[in-house]
């Protein structure tokens, strides 16, 4: 079977597209992680600071 270049380009381009989509959505899970344990810590850090006596 014999791809012309027109062929090549548009899988390379379908390629591309899904690695760059694969990417942002590795960042963006990566960010939301992080986003998260930050939040928890904040929570943990109060929940304790309230039990602590005399503050």
Avoid: K, N, Y
């Amino acid at each position: 079977m014999i791809q012309t270049a027109g062929d090549q380009a548009f899988w390379f381009v379908v390629i591309s597209v899904c690695l760059g989509a694969c990417f942002v959505w590795a960042f963006w899970e990566i960010e939301q992680a992080r986003r998260h344990r930050q939040h928890r810590r904040e929570f943990v850090r109060d929940a304790r600071r309230s039990i602590v006596p005399g503050h």
